[in-house]
């Protein structure tokens, strides 16, 4: 790593917090060692981090607790980068974790401290990359006005995520995902997106919620909004649609392909 990070370390026992600080540090990274579910808000407020290794069980507030606080709260940024790594079985808790807002899950069992430097060193990097082909497909989309959209997608299961995320990227358009109705309203708020999805239930805030925080922003209620649904009862379609949304799809009877026509006929 060329530029030293700033990282996080949310661990109570102070002797494994300063284990895994020297092994940080000594790889050049700058830590911060965070006790109590308290303190992780207050310093990740008061400084700017790469990176936050989030224990689950803490003192005052569960990590679970944290994390939703961190993603549903307006005042931390967006891109802040949350990987759990805790005690807790990875199979029971990741996809929890990670529909509240988590980058990524590691089992503190999985590596030894020395291990685990590299592990986050990966991390940054990928997630570096990330940012990077995000950036190279913006400046792309300078030049092609029909690719390079950006389209957030609001959607808790990871089948329809992946279904209907990747066709629309094949298509050529930047897709940014939330994966619960909470982290989807503040990404709406402090992001531009040219169309936003949604699914209609989703945890920590509905799709009808989101709409309606959406349309009371003066320069975003003319953003393309379509709603996706589990199912398509008439009582429950006819609020939404008052709400001006562009489609409602029943999801489990939509293509790729079909969502991606519309969605190119709702930005041409």
């Given at each position: 790593m060329t530029i030293m990070a700033k990282i996080m370390l949310v661990e109570d026992d102070q002797m494994i917090a300063e284990?895994?600080?020297k092994k940080f540090e000594a790889a050049g990274f700058e830590v911060v060692n965070a006790v109590t579910g308290k303190e992780?808000?207050?310093?990740?407020?008061?400084?700017?981090?790469?990176l936050i290794l989030l224990d689950m069980v803490l003192p005052e507030m569960s990590g679970m607790d944290v994390?939703?606080?961190l993603r549903g709260n307006t005042e931390?940024?967006?891109?802040?980068?949350?990987?759990?790594?805790?005690?807790?079985?990875?199979?029971?808790?990741e996809v929890e974790a990670r529909k509240n807002g988590a980058n990524d899950f590691i089992g503190k069992t999985e590596y030894s401290p020395s291990e685990l430097v590299g592990v986050v060193q990966r991390l940054l990097n990928e997630y570096e990359e990330q940012k990077?082909?995000?950036?190279?497909?913006?400046i792309s989309s300078e030049d092609n006005a029909s690719t390079g959209k950006k389209i957030l997608f609001i959607e808790d299961e990871e089948i329809f995520l992946e279904m209907f995320g990747k066709k629309l990227e094949s298509e050529g358009?930047?897709?940014?995902?939330?994966?619960?109705?909470?982290?989807?309203?503040?990404?709406?708020?402090?992001?531009?997106?040219?169309?936003?999805?949604?699914?209609m239930v989703m945890p920590a805030m509905g799709g009808d919620e989101i709409i309606k925080r959406i349309r009371l922003d003066e320069t975003k209620n003319n953003i393309p909004i379509?709603?996706?649904?589990?199912?398509?009862?008439?009582?429950?379609?006819?609020?939404?649609?008052?709400?001006?949304?562009s489609e409602f799809y029943e999801k489990t009877q939509l293509v790729p392909s079909d969502l991606a026509r519309r969605v190119k006929e709702l930005l041409n």
């Open positions: 284990i895994y600080t992780v808000l207050k310093y990740a407020l008061e400084g700017n981090f790469d994390l939703k606080e931390y940024k967006s891109d802040l980068k949350v990987v759990v790594f805790s005690n807790l079985n990875k199979t029971e808790h990077k082909n995000k950036a190279r497909l913006n358009y930047v897709v940014e995902y939330a994966k619960n109705g909470a982290w989807g309203s503040k990404l709406a708020a402090e992001k531009d997106f040219d169309l936003i999805i949604t699914d379509i709603v996706l649904s589990a199912s398509l009862i008439e009582e429950d379609i006819k609020p939404v649609r008052d709400l001006g949304i």
